[in-house]
């Protein structure tokens, strides 16, 4: 019986095989050597890692996901003279890993000003966005590490902190509490991410890296611990914040949260004006421009005063002060009925509608629109803060340019408060894939600039030919490095504009927008307050959007890989074009697309053909029957430059 069935199998495998053979078509000699290989590109072992418990192979949590949480008590002192911020941390940690934690490590960002931090040892002479400038030496002066009230046992390593606990933190729920006593002087230019700026009315102070932040311990990596150099940002757990921010009596303070305390900060005017911002959608002045030099624009009677603000379920906080601000609001009005509060907050050197006196109703429209279109804005206000800061983002607060004019300051707003979704609400790592976060709010922006006042700032129509020559030159590292592996002059390129883009074409090209929009709807709704790696996103946008994606984010996510698609011949049926064409395609690069063409007959008729991409799944060079009733003058592939095909001397075909 094993012989036979063994005999058999080898005749039926001889028949199949001649079939084969006899069906198989000679190499033409005229094709074209292609760097094309479909094994690579639709090759099915994409994921290293198959879903657990924690994280599901849908892409979504799994049953056991946990994560940790950092409430903070933080009571800091501005010292505008001298530029210093004195603080006490009281700082709750909640461990809700399956595993005890005997010990606890902190992030000391201020430390990357350091003139010996690693951050500085690594700034090419040519100088650098990261940093800080003229010689400033700043970092943490840490005074003490109680916890629980007991001095604790730590030990400081450039950004990074490591408190050794006197007893281990139990897991599922276990509890402990870190206070910390530290000073700092704030640098004019601190990375671009907070600083000093001097205007004709006082000091603005951008204040951000503030106080000591948790690491995140997570149940990818246990602790991430990758120290701040400058290029990379912030990977953060979520809580409660409690702030407490002391500042001279003629400063305006904004911060992220609600303001407690507005009695106590603002006279009884100002107090009207905020009640009435609250009601309208249109702008309303807080503190006038000519109220920014009348000491009666400030309550009288003392030094000092303390600002108090809230904000709950939050990655960070970050405050702006200054005696120089104009302060204007509006309201915001949310989908589910809740209304919220936009604020700016900007110098005289900065007014006028042609500036920063629409910046209340850019954040207002920016916010409106993100939260119908994607997950509702979760914060009770929206600041925005001028400075010398060309753009941050913060929970709940911004820091923008005060330089920045008409479209420039739509941008710029658009694009700060976008990260409210990404990262603020979708926590991903952005010390690792920065593309996760500015890649995102970039490919939002798009959307929200278009809809912007009937399309005020629309921009034109991306030429992605031009995209493709520009993204996709070889020495162009591939989106899936993390930011302090980039070239600088390759960080707008690779976290911003080419993850941006690549999620316009998988919108517009591949998916299409309904499909598109409900997975990355989808994606946010699932890992809002979470924190996601790039293959819960992959994972999801494929079981959502319910498409195998692998060979698109091999080529434009995880590898550098070119397009290029030749239209090669046209030939017709028996030689008579009335019986149809036979046009042949060739893939010659790495990447692998759908095909859109353009056939152009005598007669004038035009027609517009898609091809799935699953032509390439198995193949070279396609050649397919189009029903032709007269002769082809010309075929065109991608006539309209929405895919990224560098190479266009090889897109048309003319009889």
């Known amino acids: 019986m094993r012989y036979h069935l063994i005999a058999g199998f080898s005749l039926a495998f001889m028949a199949i095989t001649g079939l084969s053979k006899a069906q198989q078509q000679p190499a033409d000699p005229a094709a074209p050597v292609s760097k094309y290989s479909y094994y690579e590109a639709f090759n099915p072992l994409f994921y290293s890692k198959t879903g657990n418990d924690f994280r ?23 010292n505008d003279k001298i530029n210093e911020i004195s603080g006490t941390e009281i700082l709750t940690y909640t461990n809700n890993s399956p595993q005890k934690l005997g010990f606890l490590w902190m992030q000391l960002d201020q430390n990357l000003f350091k003139q010996d931090s690693r951050g500085s040892a690594i700034i090419p002479l040519s100088g650098s966005r990261n940093g800080t400038r003229g010689g400033f030496n700043g970092g943490y002066n840490i005074k003490s590490v109680k916890v629980n009230d007991v001095d604790a046992k730590y030990i400081i390593n450039d950004t990074r902190m490591q408190i050794y606990l006197p007893k281990e933190v139990t897991p599922n729920g276990g509890q402990v509490k870190v206070k910390i006593e530290y000073s700092f002087i704030t640098p004019d230019y601190g990375s671009d991410r907070n600083g000093v700026q001097q205007t004709k009315n006082g000091k603005i102070f951008n204040v951000a890296q503030w106080f000591p932040r948790m690491c995140v311990f997570d149940d990818v990596q246990g602790w991430n611990t990758v120290p701040y150099t400058g290029p990379g940002e912030f990977y953060l757990e979520y809580g409660d914040f409690d702030l407490a921010i002391t500042a001279p009596a003629n400063h ?35 503190r006038t421009a000519e109220e920014v030099t009348n000491a009666a624009s400030r309550p009288a009677g003392k030094q000092e005063l303390t600002w108090r603000f809230k ?19 509006a309201k915001i009005n949310l989908p589910s009925g809740k209304k919220c509060i936009s604020v700016s907050a900007y110098p005289v050197e900065s007014d006028g509608n042609a500036a920063w006196g629409r910046s209340t109703e850019y954040t207002k429209k920016s916010i409106e629109f993100n939260s119908q279109k994607w997950f509702e804005y979760p914060y009770p206000v929206a600041s925005t803060v001028a400075g010398n800061v060309g753009g941050m983002e913060y929970p709940g607060i911004v820091f923008c340019s005060y330089r920045s004019r008409g479209a420039g300051l739509w941008g710029v707003n658009d694009h700060e408060f976008g990260h ?15 593309w996760m976060d500015e890649g995102f709010n970039t490919f939002i922006n798009t959307l929200s600039t278009d809809a912007f006042n009937n399309g005020e700032y629309k921009e034109r129509p991306v030429d992605m030919h031009r995209v493709g020559i520009a993204y996709t030159r070889p020495e162009v590292e591939p989106v899936m490095t993390t930011p302090a592996g980039l070239k600088e002059r390759n960080t707008g390129l690779l976290l911003y504009n080419k993850p941006g883009i690549g999620l316009t074409m998988l919108r517009e090209q591949i998916l299409g927008p309904e499909r598109f929009d409900f997975a990355f709807r989808t994606y946010i709704e699932r890992w809002a307050f979470k924190h996601p790696t790039p293959d819960d996103f992959f994972r999801t946008m494929e079981n959502a959007g319910g498409e195998s994606l692998q060979w698109f984010w091999r080529g434009w ?30 893939n010659l690069e790495k990447m692998a697309m759908p095909v859109i063409l353009e056939i152009k007959q005598k007669g004038g008729k035009v027609d517009r053909i898609k091809l799935p991409v699953e032509i390439w799944e198995r193949n070279t060079s396609w050649t397919f029957k189009y029903p032709s009733i007269a002769e082809i003058e010309s075929v065109t592939y991608d006539p309209d430059k929405v895919l990224p095909d560098y190479n266009e001397a090889n897109n048309v075909f003319k009889k």
Do not use: C, H
Request: without cysteine.
């Open 56 to 78: 599901a192979a849908s892409g979504e949590p799994g049953a056991r996901y946990w994560q940790n949480k950092a409430d903070y008590q933080l009571a800091a002192r501005l």
């Open 252 to 286: 305006i303070v904004l911060a992220s949260g609600e303001l407690q305390n507005p009695q106590e900060v603002y006279t009884p005017e100002q107090q009207k004006r905020w009640a009435q911002a609250a009601q309208s959608d249109k702008t309303v002045l807080i």
């Open 311 to 329: 904000i709950k379920n939050a990655r960070d906080a970050a405050f702006g002060s200054s005696a120089s601000f104009i302060v204007d609001a």
């Open 420 to 434: 409210t979704w990404f990262p603020m609400i979708v926590g991903s790592n952005e010390r690792l894939y920065g």
């Open 557 to 586: 996510f995880i590898n550098n890989w070119r397009l290029d698609v030749a239209v090669r011949d046209v030939k017709y049926v028996d030689n008579d074009a009335s019986k149809g064409a036979l046009i042949t395609l060739d």
